[in-house]
């Protein structure tokens, strides 16, 4: 295991965070979890990107014409935030904000460990900012959302990959898409890290949709899965929730590999902050969403959210 970045301890859940993303939650026995803070928090930034024309299927809208969050709200909101807490940061593109670099400093000195996704396409423009952010340790992990093979090719070598998590969209994405990340990472020695995500009927996601996405999306419940865990390497797969719904894959394995790994419902320990319309929600395609005001206690928020 990789070194211990943070060890706290959050209502009744002892937490440790180590370097490699690996997160272990442990909490009384005969006891459900309960937390007082967010472990963590899906933080969109900006509603600017440049690839519109491009992510046809962007849940967010985002656009050229879109605007950048306050940044200075969410650092004082986080002033009252645990030591150790995960902050994954994202769009739009996240690069593209001319705050970025401060607010990860300053998430930093506040002991905030900061991840952030990036569209393959924006990789090779932002190469040295990312390279800059890694040396400085502002980010830990770092989220690629892949937009095809080709675009595989367009990856800058120098940037550190050994924290990377390639993000794919099932239904947009295949499993041919899967091999292909997985041929690159092994290329280059690096252990295949990929995040799957579930299809957001959700924005731009509504109009994207088709009879034929929803048939992609059944392969993947079917048999794209159990053909990509059949891999016969070192592979790192994860879900986020609405993936796991999706797929149905609670039953799909066995019930002790489902307590010992699932890390609770979106809600539980998790929330989502718009910083461009200064909301908070449960998840980001929820639509009961709450205003933030100057000095809110970030357990006051989370509170307005949280199941």
Same mark, same amino acid.
């Given at each position: 295991?990789?070194?211990?970045?943070?060890?706290?301890?959050?209502?009744?859940?002892?937490?440790?965070?180590?370097?490699?993303?690996?997160?272990?939650?442990?909490?009384?026995?005969?006891?459900?979890?309960?937390?007082?803070?967010?472990?963590?928090?899906?933080?969109?930034?900006?509603?600017?990107?440049?690839?519109?024309?491009?992510?046809?299927?962007?849940?967010?809208?985002?656009?050229?014409?879109?605007?950048?969050?306050?940044?200075?709200?969410?650092?004082?909101?986080?002033?009252?935030? =645990?030591?150790?807490?995960?902050?994954?940061?994202?769009?739009?593109?996240? %690069? !593209?904000?001319?705050? *970025?670099?401060?607010?990860? +400093?300053?998430?930093?000195?506040?002991?905030?460990?900061?991840?952030?996704?990036?569209?393959?396409?924006?990789?090779?423009?932002?190469?040295?900012?990312?390279?800059?952010?890694?040396?400085?340790?502002?980010?830990?992990?770092?989220?690629?959302?892949?937009?095809?093979?080709?675009?595989?090719?367009?990856?800058?070598?120098?940037?550190?990959?050994?924290?990377?998590?390639?993000?794919?969209?099932?239904?947009?994405?295949?499993?041919?898409?899967?091999?292909?990340?997985?041929?690159?990472?092994?290329?280059?020695?690096?252990?295949?890290?990929?995040?799957?995500?579930?299809?957001?009927?959700?924005?731009?996601?509504?109009?994207?949709?088709?009879?034929?996405?929803?048939?992609?999306?059944?392969?993947?419940?079917?048999?794209?899965?159990?053909?990509? =865990?059949?891999?016969?390497?070192?592979?790192?797969?994860?879900?986020?929730? %609405? !993936?796991?719904?999706? *797929?149905?894959?609670?039953? +799909?394995?066995?019930?002790?590999?489902?307590?010992?790994?699932?890390?609770?419902?979106?809600?539980?320990?998790?929330?989502?902050?718009?910083?461009?319309?200064?909301?908070?929600?449960?998840?980001?395609?929820?639509?009961?969403?709450?205003?933030?005001?100057?000095?809110?206690?970030?357990?006051?928020?989370?509170?307005?959210?949280?199941?």
């Amino acid at each position: 295991m990789s070194n211990l970045l943070h060890k706290y301890q959050n209502g009744n859940v002892a937490i440790e965070i180590f370097a490699d993303g690996t997160k272990i939650r442990e909490w009384p026995d005969n006891e459900k979890p309960n937390v007082e803070w967010p472990e963590s928090c899906d933080l969109k930034i900006t509603q600017y990107c440049d690839m519109d024309a491009v992510c046809v299927y962007c849940h967010e809208m985002s656009n050229k014409q879109g605007k950048h969050g306050d940044l200075k709200l969410i650092t004082s909101i986080w002033n009252s935030q =645990l030591r150790g807490t995960e902050l994954a940061i994202g769009g739009g593109n996240p %690069l !593209a904000h001319p705050g *970025l670099s401060d607010f990860l +400093q300053d998430m930093k000195i506040r002991g905030i460990i900061c991840n952030v996704t990036v569209n393959m396409l924006h990789m090779k423009k932002h190469a040295d900012e990312i390279r800059g952010y890694q040396q400085a340790k502002k980010i830990y992990g770092l989220g690629i959302s892949y937009r095809g093979k080709n675009s595989l090719k367009m990856l800058p070598e120098d940037i550190d990959y050994s924290n990377v998590v390639f993000h794919m969209i099932m239904g947009v994405h295949d499993l041919d898409d899967c091999l292909d990340v997985i041929e690159w990472c092994s290329a280059r020695n690096i252990v295949p890290k990929l995040l799957l995500l579930g299809y957001k009927t959700f924005g731009n996601g509504v109009g994207y949709y088709s009879p034929e996405l929803q048939v992609e999306l059944d392969n993947w419940k079917n048999t794209y899965l159990k053909m990509l =865990l059949a891999q016969n390497r070192h592979l790192v797969v994860s879900f986020d929730n %609405l !993936a796991i719904k999706q *797929l149905d894959l609670k039953s +799909q394995v066995p019930t002790q590999q489902w307590l010992d790994l699932y890390q609770g419902d979106d809600g539980e320990h998790t929330f989502y902050i718009d910083a461009v319309e200064q909301t908070v929600a449960r998840t980001s395609t929820s639509n009961e969403r709450f205003p933030i005001k100057e000095h809110d206690d970030i357990r006051d928020l989370f509170r307005k959210v949280r199941l």
